[in-house]
């Protein structure tokens, strides 16, 4: 280390300051280490709020009538007739779940389980149904129905076009 620092003096810039050994005592390992874990946590927890991506959860999502949506561009998910009325589809590339809970109305919510963010895994009886911790929740406003979860799902809005849905 002592002859790092004269040739930096020698070039007229000011000597390296490295700690004697920092990383091979057992203490830097263990900070080393320490640091390492709490970047994995932070990064495994999201740094996201608490409010739903898509705004107010309480609208329910989009829709209702269909001749009556604006529009242009979104994705395409494909044929409205293919939601059947009381249940839903789940879009798994989009984290997508479209509902019609009752005919013309289209309802559509993430489908990441606000629980532990598990993606839901079907629609049945009513509800969307996580299979990670039994959460449940209704097609019709994302509500939960059966706990853990303790939030709806995040609403999303969606568009009916030439009988088309189209994620907005």
């Known amino acids: 280390m002592k002859g790092r620092e004269t040739m930096a003096q020698q070039d007229g810039t000011a000597p390296e300051q490295v700690a004697p050994d920092a990383g091979n005592t057992r203490r830097g390992v263990l900070i080393g280490a320490g640091l390492a874990g709490a970047g994995m946590l ?3 927890c999201g740094g996201g709020s608490d409010e739903p991506e898509g705004g107010d959860a309480g609208n329910g999502g989009a829709t209702g009538d269909a001749g009556n949506q604006g529009g242009g561009g979104g994705t395409d998910l494909g044929a409205a007739g293919a939601i059947p009325v009381g249940g839903g589809k789940l879009f798994k ?3 997508v779940v479209v509902t019609q809970p009752a005919a013309g109305e289209f309802k559509a919510f993430s489908s990441v389980c606000t629980h532990r963010g598990c993606d839901v895994n079907e629609v049945a009886g009513g509800t969307i149904n996580c299979k990670c911790h039994g959460s449940r929740f209704s097609i019709t406003d ?17 568009t009916v076009e030439g009988g088309k849905i189209k994620l907005a």
Do not use: H, Q, T, Y
């Open 42 to 44: 932070a990064a495994a």
């Open 93 to 95: 590339d989009e984290k």
């Open 142 to 158: 994302g509500s939960v129905v059966n706990p853990p979860a303790d939030r709806p799902l995040d609403a999303r809005k969606v």
